[in-house]
C-alpha cells in the first residue's frame, strides 16, 4: 500500500462512522455501503479541492456525502418512475431529510470529539434536557463551570461545523 | 433561576447568538443513538482499497495543485487607510495599514491539514505550535506579559496570533503559545480585540470567544469590528462570576502589523 492509500486509510478511520453513518440513516444498507465507499474514492480523488481554510475535513466530507447520497436517491427514483405510477416521495422533502440527517451527524460527531466534560455537559442539557443546575448538582460542578463548559463546547462544535463552501 | 433545556445565557454581545442558537436547536434533536459512532463493516474499507488499486492513484505532485481560486478580497475593499493618529501607546502599534489583499499561501497536501497541532503540556503550562499554514496571512500580534501591568497568572505566557483571511472571512489562529494551564481558580481565558485611543488607552473592546488551551483553534471577527482600528489583541482571566466584561487581568497583550 503506497504512503498516500494509507492517508486516505487515516482519514476513513477518523471520518468513516460519521460518513457511513449517514448513508445508513438515509439508505438502505446495501445502498449505505457502496454510497459510503463512492464518497471516499470521490474524496481522494478531489482532495486537492479541500481548503482548510474554508472548513474543516470532516465538514467538506459531510458535504460530498450529502451529494452523493441526494445523487443516488434521484437516480433510484429514476428508475423507479420507470416502473411505478407518479406520487411516490416528493423529490424536495427526501432532499431536506438528507440535509438534515448530515447536519446532525455532523453535529453528534463533534459532540463526541469534545473535552469529556464539555461533552458531558452539552449531552445533559440538550440530550437529556437538564437544566444547568441539575447538571451541576449530577455532576458535582459549579453552576458557573458547567455554564461555561458548555459555552465552550458550543463554540467548537460552531467551529466543526464551519464551512464556506455550499 | 431554572434554564430547562440547557439555554446559554448570552451575556456578551459577540454576533454569534444566531450560530449558536441554531447549534443547540441541532442538539435538542439528537437522540443518544445518534451519538453512538455507526462503524462501517469491514468490506467498505475493501472496497475502496480495491477501487484504489484498480484504479492507479495520482502522485503526490499532481495531487497538490492548487485550485486557482479568485482572490477572496471583497468587491470594494482597498487597502485600509494608515492610522492618522500614530498611536504608540503601550503596545508599540505600527502604523502600517492591514492590507485584505490576500497573499495566496501554497495549500498543503490534504492529509497534512487532518493531522492535529502539536500540543505539549509541559510543566504548567499548554504548549501550541500550528503545524500547517493554509489560510493567507493578513496580520500578526506577538503577545507579551506585562509585569508591571498583567496579572501574575501570565509571568510565563507568551502567544502569537495571526490575522487570516478565510475565503473573505477575518479570523484570528493561533500560530504559538505558552499559556497557563493549570488555572486553580475557577476561571477560563477569554480573546479580546482592543481599540485604543490615541493616548494608548482602551477606547472600545470586543470579545472573541473563550480561550481552550487544549484545543486553541481560531476565532472569527464580526463583520463589525474593523481589525484596523480594533488593532491589539489582549488575552484575560475571566473569573466565572457570570460577568461577561473584562476582569481587567489581562496576562498577554500584543499590537496586529501587517504582515
Not at chain 2, 506577538?142 to 501591568?149: G, H, N, P
Request: glycine share 8%; aromatic share 4%; hydrophobic share 40%.
Amino acid at each position: 500500500m503506497s504512503g498516500s492509500d494509507g492517508a486516505l486509510k487515516q482519514v476513513y478511520a477518523a471520518h468513516g462512522s460519521l460518513v457511513y453513518g449517514i448513508c445508513r440513516r438515509a439508505l438502505s444498507p446495501e445502498q449505505a455501503d457502496e454510497v459510503a465507499q463512492d464518497v471516499f474514492l470521490n474524496a481522494w480523488r478531489a482532495r486537492s479541492q479541500f481548503d482548510p481554510s474554508r472548513g474543516t475535513l470532516p465538514a467538506w466530507l459531510v458535504g460530498i456525502t450529502r451529494r452523493r447520497v441526494i445523487d443516488h436517491l434521484r437516480s433510484e427514483r429514476r428508475h423507479s418512475d420507470r416502473r411505478a405510477a407518479e406520487g411516490d416521495l416528493p423529490e424536495p422533502a427526501s432532499e431536506a431529510a438528507v440535509e438534515r440527517i448530515a447536519e446532525r451527524m455532523l453535529v453528534a460527531d463533534a459532540v463526541r470529539d469534545l473535552p469529556d466534560r464539555a461533552r458531558e455537559a452539552i449531552q445533559l442539557a440538550y440530550v437529556h434536557d437538564l437544566t444547568h443546575q441539575q447538571i451541576s448538582e449530577r455532576t458535582g460542578r459549579a453552576l458557573g463551570t458547567v455554564k461555561s463548559d458548555i459555552r465552550r463546547g458550543l463554540q467548537k462544535i460552531r467551529h466543526q461545523l464551519e464551512t464556506t463552501s455550499g | 433561576m431554572a434554564e430547562s433545556g440547557g439555554k446559554v445565557a448570552r451575556g456578551g454581545d459577540d454576533g454569534d447568538g444566531e450560530d449558536l442558537e441554531r447549534i443547540e436547536d441541532l442538539l435538542r434533536s439528537l437522540s443518544e443513538e445518534d451519538l453512538e459512532p455507526f462503524d462501517p463493516p469491514d468490506h467498505v474499507w475493501a472496497g475502496i482499497e480495491a477501487a484504489l488499486a484498480a484504479d492507479p492513484v495520482e502522485t503526490a505532485s499532481t495531487a497538490e495543485t492548487a485550485l486557482t481560486a479568485e482572490t477572496a478580497a471583497k468587491p470594494d475593499s482597498e487597502p485600509f487607510p494608515p492610522g492618522d493618529d500614530a498611536s504608540d501607546g503601550s503596545d508599540g502599534a505600527s502604523t502600517a495599514p492591514i492590507s485584505l489583499d490576500s497573499r495566496r499561501a501554497r495549500r498543503p497536501p490534504w492529509w497534512l491539514a487532518a493531522a492535529a497541532a502539536a500540543v505539549l503540556v509541559a510543566g504548567g503550562a499548554a504548549v501550541f505550535v500550528r503545524q500547517t499554514d493554509d489560510a493567507p496571512v493578513v496580520a500578526s500580534a506577538q503577545l507579551t506579559f506585562d509585569a508591571e501591568q498583567f496579572d501574575p497568572l501570565g509571568s510565563d505566557a507568551s502567544a502569537r496570533v495571526s490575522l487570516v483571511d478565510a475565503d473573505g472571512r477575518l479570523r484570528i489562529a493561533f500560530d504559538e503559545a505558552r499559556l497557563p494551564a493549570d488555572l486553580t481558580e475557577d476561571a477560563d481565558l477569554e480573546l479580546w480585540l482592543i481599540e485604543p485611543d490615541s493616548e494608548g488607552q482602551v477606547r472600545d473592546l470586543r470579545s472573541l470567544g473563550l480561550v481552550d488551551v487544549d484545543d486553541l483553534g481560531s476565532f472569527p471577527i464580526p463583520d463589525d469590528v474593523d481589525p484596523d482600528r480594533f488593532r491589539v489583541v489582549d488575552i484575560s482571566v475571566e473569573p466565572r462570576d457570570g460577568d461577561p466584561a473584562h476582569s481587567g487581568r489581562s496576562i498577554l497583550r500584543g499590537a496586529l502589523e501587517a504582515s
